[in-house]
């Protein structure tokens, strides 16, 4: 009924940049929050950026000056460009999508991930 596809995920060399892209599919109108969250191996998952409906971002510190998350609301798309990639970027990138209906019930959507992997 729902789904969250990334795309943009690969390869890059240390300094380098990639873009990547969320699109949510399916019966979701009421979207206030989307997000990008990663996991590396044998580490937790964590929240990289966040945007919400009215365009306000929050970012991770060690992304921050780096990462730049934008939003397009008609389409329920966002995309986070990174900047200066480093190792310690290599993750399984997540796009989040959360949902709240008119009588405040929130409901939160995941993709599958993408892999980013910056080589030294």
């Known amino acids: 009924q729902v789904q969250l596809v990334e795309s943009g995920g690969g390869l890059v060399q240390a300094g380098g940049s990639l873009r990547l892209s969320c699109a949510a599919s399916?019966?979701?109108?009421?979207?206030?929050?989307m997000a990008w969250y990663r996991q590396a191996p044998g580490k937790q998952r964590e929240l990289v950026a966040e945007i919400i409906s009215g365009g306000s971002a929050t970012y991770a510190d060690s992304v921050k000056g780096r990462f730049t998350i934008s939003g397009n609301n008609a389409k329920n798309t966002v995309s986070l460009q990174m900047n200066t990639l480093t190792p310690e970027d290599t993750a399984v990138y997540y796009c989040?999508?959360?949902?709240?209906?008119?009588?405040?019930?929130?409901?939160?959507?995941w993709g599958q991930g993408t892999q980013v992997t910056v080589s030294t």
């Open positions: 989040k999508a959360q949902e709240t209906l008119t009588d405040k019930t929130r409901y939160t959507y």
């Open positions: 399916g019966r979701i109108s009421n979207i206030n929050v």
